[in-house]
């Protein structure tokens, strides 16, 4: 017996690209796949702000203390926290879908890979780099 | 046409395209669409800091001695600004998803009045640079820069940064190389290493690209203030605060970094 013609109908692959394990399937959701919007609440929206503010602050006074070399990593250590902050309440990705998280931490890590790649590089002209010089400019 | 005024805007404007199944998929493939995106613009401003990184690594006297030429306050003062225009770009969302029209129409004033606000700051900034000279490349005004030191040494021996300052001549000293060259000019000698355009050339570079990601992002907050009022958005129909939201909040979290980066140098 010939297989019916099921070509009027929505793809299977739709369910298998659309999420994650529980929450897959956009036809099963409640709602029929409806939006179901997720109001960040108020007062959590305030707190983030508020914390971003205290961190702000505090890495302005942290280059008045002096840590040497650390202070840079200091300053980069508020810096992602605050990012995170923005990134994961602000920007919605606690609640989200686990994809969009991954896209960015995966970003921040290529990012990381190319800049320690490139430092490591530098690494090698170290010893013919004259301090202070930059050939072929003129003052 | 009585119905058609009958029924709210937004929900004749919320059609689902034929090519999804249910709005909860169309939603979900906006936003990996715009979250594909913003890996893009993360990527494009690594490559910058890339440049940075090196840099400073070689020549860390140019960082240290350019960094004060910089205003800390409004570097400071527009960040608290953007952090602002963050929550409550953060809040128009809420009420978007919440329905609530008015509110979302203020929001996004605020949000897009910060933006203003920013860019006003930059625009001081960036013009007190180019007054003296602090540019990229040729461009840099070396001759002047021993005047500005001279007219600005009184205000930086009572100021709090007179510290930082002093340490910063004191790392020069501890480099003991030909980038330090001492400028004999009026009584003040002061140490000024060379190719500082360096510095300004990088500061330019990275403040210019995320100016123009904030002007596309006001560009944005625009448009939504514009279907805010005309009241397109509701609770079935928050996509394009949502996106517009996100964009706003990464330009946000670039500043997050490029603040301590180029003004809190020590």
Redesign the interface.
Known sequence: MPEPDRSHR?LPA?RAV??TADTDS??D?P??????????P?WM??G??AT??VL?VL??A???V??GRL??WV??A??AV??ML??E????LRW??P??RI??L???A??AL??GI??LD?VTY?PD??????PG??? | MASAAATPRYEGKHHLAHHF?????Q??SH??AM??F??TE??MF??L??AY??YR???P??FLFAHTLLD?NLG?VN??VL??S??T???A??AA??GERRRLSALLAITLLCGFGFLGIKAFEYNHKWQHGFLW??QFA?AELPDYLAGHGADAATAPDS??DA?AAAVMAE?D????VTVAHGHDPALI???V??FFGIYFVMTGLHGIHVLAGMIVIGWLLRRSLRGDFG??N?TAV?LG??YW??V??IW??L???LY???
């Open positions: 929505p739709n659309c999420g956009v036809h959701e709602g029929g796949g409806d939006l179901h919007p997720h109001p960040v108020l929206l305030g983030v702000f971003l503010i702000t890495t302005v942290a280059t008045y002096d840590l202070n840079v300053a980069l508020i810096a605050k990012g923005v990134a309440v602000f920007m919605h989200d879908r994809f969009h896209a960015l995966a970003a921040v290529f990012v190319f800049i490139a430092m530098r170290l780099l004259i301090p202070g010089h930059a400019v003129q003052q | 199944d249910t709005r909860r998929q939603f979900d936003k990996l979250w594909l913003l890996v993360v990527l690594g490559g800091f890339c990184a090196i690594a070689s020549h006297e140019i800390k400071a960040t608290i952090l602002f963050s929550f770009m953060a809040w969302v809420r998803m919440l490349g040729q070396y510290a930082a340490h480099l190389h030909a980038a330090a290493p060379r190719n355009h360096i609770t079935r928050y949502d939201g996100l909040h990464l946000d979290l997050i970094f603040f301590p980066l809190l140098i020590h």
